[in-house]
């Protein structure tokens, strides 16, 4: 099982599941729900906060909350 906080800068997945009920609303709101795809753009000087892009929109999330987003990780993003 992997999370958004598995991802590599560059990598992608696609949502499978949300490990807990806590998940904000806002994130349901800007397009984070199962089968969309999420891309780990960057990640903060001392690792918290993680920026990702879903659906193109550009998100910041604490690793805390990344760690609830399960994944179906991407291996090979070079051919997409």
């Known amino acids: 099982m992997a999370t ?3 991802l590599k800068q560059g990598q992608k997945g696609i ?3 949300f490990l807990g009920t806590a998940l904000p609303i806002k994130l ?3 397009g984070c729900l199962p089968g969309n ?3 780990l753009i960057q990640t903060a000087p001392l690792n918290d906060p993680i920026y990702i892009n879903v659906n193109g929109s550009h998100i910041a999330i604490r690793r805390s909350l990344a ?3 399960e994944l179906d990780v991407i291996e090979d993003s070079a051919t997409l």
Request: glycine share 0%.
């Open 4 to 6: 958004v906080t598995d």
């Open 15 to 17: 949502i499978r599941d």
């Open 28 to 30: 349901l709101e800007l």
């Open 37 to 39: 795809m999420v891309e």
């Open 67 to 69: 760690k609830l987003i």
